[in-house]
């Protein structure tokens, strides 16, 4: 495998990975709610937990996604 271009590309690589890495943690029970090891009063509070670290997963990879796509779309403007 060679090396990354570009520092954009580079950011893009990552924060895909740390895309990835957040939904793997959350899916191992290590970040979230019921980390702590007290599990959520209900499957409502146990999804209102979700939802900032699956949006945080979400917006990495959309960055990433933004950073590695971005050179591509030069020149569409006109």
Request: glycine letters at 18%.
């Amino acid at each position: 495998m060679t090396a990354p271009a570009s520092p954009r590309r580079l950011a893009g690589l990552l924060c895909l990975v740390l895309g990835f890495a957040l939904v793997v943690l959350l899916g191992l029970g290590l970040i979230g709610p019921g980390s702590d090891g007290a599990p959520p009063a209900s499957l409502g509070a146990a999804f209102a937990g979700l939802v900032p670290f699956l949006l945080a997963a979400l917006g990495a990879f959309v960055i990433g996604l933004v950073l590695l796509r971005g050179g591509a779309s030069r020149g569409r403007d006109k």
